[in-house]
């Protein structure tokens, strides 16, 4: 660890070896930035009925790096952050929202499901913006939050969606199917951080985890990245 700090100095603009939160902003903005070329580069060498959902993964991920850097900016001049965060969310949320349908348009997938994943993220994030922002109480408005998050799980995985994908069967199920891991699992990672960086009930886990702005950064470069994978492997899959 010591020896990759350093490393990371030689480099010169880079935060300071003990700010991991900057450290993970810097992390995160190349890690989206080298997923969002991969992406785009591959958008030529996929099926042609893929190549819509090729391009959706690398916008997902380079929204993501153009908010890091502003992010990373932000976090270095000591401001805050929680708008750059929930304006990056509530635009590639809806795009994850987006590869759902089109993964499964070809299965019957319409636009009222995509518009009833839409509206609920949409939910889940403005509860979760107000809750974080200081706007109402945390701990309610993120059980608020959570209350969506659930629909979108149940949606997905019980739903009309969850049919339409046992009934296309094959690459595509199994592609729903990681897709909705990343969902109940990798999405799970955000509400700990809220709870790591706001005040309620649950403010025992404090000890138990690092800071709220680590815990998303993780959270960001698991799910756009795996997302865009999962995807790219159902294109290139025969
Ligand atoms: C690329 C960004 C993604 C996938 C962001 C996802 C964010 C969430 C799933 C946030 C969920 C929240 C709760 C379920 C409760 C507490 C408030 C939130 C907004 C952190």
């Not at 993964?57 to 929680?82: E, P």
């Not at 965060?85 to 348009?105: A, H, Q």
């Not at 109940?184 to 790591?196: D, L, N, R, S």
């Not at 709220?212 to 025969?238: P, R």
Request: aromatic share 16%; net charge negative.
């Amino acid at each position: 660890m010591e020896n990759f700090l350093n490393l990371m100095y030689f480099f010169g603009d880079t935060p300071a070896g003990d700010d991991l939160v900057g450290i993970t902003f810097w992390i995160g903005t190349m890690a989206m930035m080298a997923a969002s070329a991969f992406f785009f580069l591959s958008m030529n060498s996929v099926d042609a009925k893929w190549r819509t959902s090729i391009l959706v993964s690398g916008l997902i991920t380079f929204i993501a790096a153009v908010h890091y850097m502003y992010m990373r900016d932000a976090h270095a001049a000591g401001d805050n952050t929680v708008v750059f965060r929930y304006v990056d969310w509530i635009l590639t949320v809806p795009l994850m929202c987006v590869e759902f349908y089109l993964i499964l348009k070809g299965a019957g997938a319409t636009t009222k499901h995509l518009k009833h994943l839409i509206v609920a993220s949409t939910i889940m994030l403005v509860t979760g913006y107000v809750g974080e922002a200081g706007l109402g109480d945390a701990a309610l408005w993120g059980l608020f939050s959570g209350l969506a998050y659930f629909y979108i799980v149940y949606m997905i995985k019980f739903g009309e969606l969850a049919k339409l994908a046992a009934s296309a069967g094959g690459a595509v199920q199994s592609a729903h199917n990681t897709l909705c891991l990343f969902v109940i699992i990798g999405w799970a990672i955000y509400p700990i951080g809220y709870m790591a960086g706001t005040d309620g009930w649950y403010d025992f886990i404090d000890a138990f985890v690092p800071n709220m702005e680590v815990i998303y950064n993780i959270g960001d470069s698991i799910n756009k990245i795996g997302f865009g994978l999962v995807v790219y492997n159902l294109a290139v899959s025969k």
